[in-house]
């Protein structure tokens, strides 16, 4: 009997000593979690910040300067840019001239160290961010999703909307085919991360999701990097329907979403060098 009663505690003996790595593990995820939680945000509202409204889309950029922690050198240097509503202006210039410094700007994920990034004439260091994001939309070269339904995924761009709003905006986005396709359709989780979509699905679904918004502004931060030719043929239609009629700043290397621009403005270490209108028609042919 003993020796009997003796097998048994073997079990919840080594289950315990197993909780308590999980223990440990979890407290050094809640540590992590802490920290993450008592960091201040480099940006933040001014006292003093007003809401924006009724964007009409006028984007500009005044001798702005903005250089990161620690680098030895400015990410921009008096970079003046204006685009009117409505207009397209793709950016371009090798790895490391400031695109992608220039697309935070623009949604206020930094603020430049001199000059100032306006819109419609307002300078963005005294709106609310709230309100200067919903009227900014991004599109980012990597779609990083939660994990939740492909319907909540969409949604997340406008909470609220309805079935009907979601189901056009996944049309509009050529998304609602492979969609009706998964197991569960609309209601098919993601996956951590969006890992049980390829990226050209999780790509039409950031879509759906900004034509969704209805944001009059749009940054386009390499929106088909990454992506096997099928997969960008089938995203160029969608993205050609986001960008109509809205402000969009275009930052790509790709040729085919190049020649949508009015205008073709050229970065090298920081600075403009180039805007070139007839720049959209040279890449076309």
Same mark, same amino acid.
């Given at each position: 009997m003993f020796l009997a009663y003796l097998t048994q505690l073997y079990g919840p003996i080594r289950d315990l000593?197993?909780?308590?790595n999980t223990i440990f593990a979890a407290a050094a995820g809640a540590e992590r979690v802490i920290e993450l939680l008592e960091e201040r945000p480099s940006v933040v509202d001014r006292p003093s910040a007003v809401a924006l409204s009724r964007v009409r889309g006028r984007v500009e950029l005044r001798d702005v300067t903005f250089r990161y922690?620690?680098?030895?050198r400015n990410a921009l240097?008096?970079?003046?840019?204006?685009?009117?509503?409505?207009?397209?202006?793709a950016v371009v210039g090798p790895s490391g001239a400031g695109k992608s410094t220039l697309a935070?700007?623009?949604?206020?994920?930094?603020?430049?160290?001199?000059?100032s990034?306006?819109?419609d !004439?307002?300078?963005l260091r005294e709106l609310t961010l709230h309100s200067l994001r919903a009227h900014v939309g991004l599109l980012a070269q990597e779609t990083l999703l939660p994990d939740v339904t492909v319907r909540e995924a969409i949604a997340y761009g406008r909470p !609220?909307?309805?079935?009907?709003?979601?189901?056009?905006?996944?049309?509009?986005?050529?998304?609602?085919?492979?969609?009706c396709a998964l197991p569960d359709g609309y209601d098919t989780p993601v996956g951590q991360r969006g890992r049980r979509l390829s990226g050209g699905q999780r790509?039409?679904?950031?879509?759906?999701?900004?034509?969704?918004?209805?944001?009059?502004?749009?940054?386009l931060d390499e929106p088909t990097t990454g992506l096997d030719a099928e997969a960008k043929a089938a995203l160029l239609d969608p993205l050609a329907r986001l960008v109509r009629g809205r402000t969009t700043i275009v930052i790509s290397h790709d040729l085919e979403v190049i020649a949508w621009a009015d205008r073709v403005v050229t970065l090298v270490e920081g600075r403009v060098v180039d805007v070139d209108r007839a720049a959209t028609a040279a890449v076309a042919s």
């Open positions: 000593s197993r909780l308590s922690p620690g680098a030895e240097a008096g970079v003046s840019l204006c685009v009117q509503p409505g207009e397209t202006v935070r700007l623009l949604l206020r994920f930094d603020d430049p160290a001199a000059g990034v306006r819109i !004439g307002h300078d !609220g909307a309805s079935d009907a709003q979601l189901e056009a905006a996944a049309r509009s986005a050529g998304a609602h085919e492979f969609v790509q039409r679904i950031a879509i759906a999701r900004a034509l969704l918004r209805e944001t009059p502004v749009l940054v």
